[in-house]
């Protein structure tokens, strides 16, 4: 595997500038996988008339926020990036699984399972995927999810655990809002106003995440499990999910 002339973050969470660039990467919109192509259920929010305007917008992503990622993805983001800096093949297969079955709609898992492999194949055609001569990297789970692919690239950037999250939940947000720039529609403007209104949410989401039990991850968010399973049979529609 290619090593980066950087140094490793310190302890503080420092992020040196190949590590900034490697996550700035990571996060960027033209990452080639196929991101644009799902709406994580906000596609139907708006099909439904749950989400109509800039403010019904704001509450949604900011209630998903709140009991979704910040009880799901980003804690587990953490606890896999922390399983791939230990070796430890089993703690990401755990987790990549406990992933998976946290995905309530045919339609959520195979958005996460095809990121996964869009991003598997990316790193690949890099030279960035675990080496699989090597005793200190685990293998992939077979089919593992796109948090499990996300947490190991930001570990071989050397990206800290904080900006990781912080990272993952960005881009989260940047694309429900194009979503809904296309879908709503949305200005620019607009959806300026909303990552304003946003960023510190993002900030107390990695807090709350970071300081989480095992026992309290999980989910909640029957609406959007609704949504979603009725976007799988939405006569017009323009995201995959």
């Known amino acids: ?11 503080s969470g420092q992020v040196d500038d190949l590590a900034l660039l490697g996550l700035l990467q990571l996060v960027s919109p033209a990452l ?17 008339g749950w989400v109509t305007d800039e403010a019904s917008l704001g509450d949604w ?10 009880r799901c993805e980003l804690p587990a983001l953490s606890r896999l990036q922390a399983a791939w800096a230990a070796g430890d093949g089993e703690a990401i297969t755990e987790w990549d699984q406990w992933l998976a079955a946290n995905r309530e709609t045919a339609e959520l898992a195979a ?3 095809r990121l996964g492999a869009s991003l598997t194949r990316l790193l ?10 090597s005793l200190e990297e685990p293998p992939l789970p077979p089919g593992a999810g796109y948090v499990t692919l996300f947490a190991w690239t930001a570990h071989v950037r050397r990206v800290p655990v904080r900006q990781a999250l912080l990272g993952f939940a960005w ?9 809904a720039c296309k879908a709503l529609p949305l200005g620019h403007t607009a959806a300026q106003r909303v990552v304003e209104r946003l960023r510190p949410a993002l ?13 309290d991850l999980g989910p909640a968010l029957p609406g959007l499990a609704l949504g979603s399973a009725l976007h799988e049979t939405q006569y017009s529609r323009l995201f995959r999910s």
């Open 1 to 11: 595997m290619p090593t980066e002339a950087a140094k490793i973050p310190s302890a």
């Open 32 to 48: 080639p996988i196929g991101a644009f192509a799902f709406s994580q259920g906000l596609e139907s929010a708006f099909e439904l």
């Open 61 to 70: 992503l900011d209630g998903v926020l709140a009991d979704g990622l910040t």
């Open 111 to 113: 958005e996460d399972s």
């Open 124 to 133: 690949g055609s890099l030279e960035l995927l675990p080496n699989r001569a």
């Open 171 to 179: 881009a989260w947000l940047e694309n429900q809002l194009a979503v």
């Open 203 to 215: 900030v107390s989401a990695v807090d709350e995440a970071l300081g989480m039990h095992d026992d």
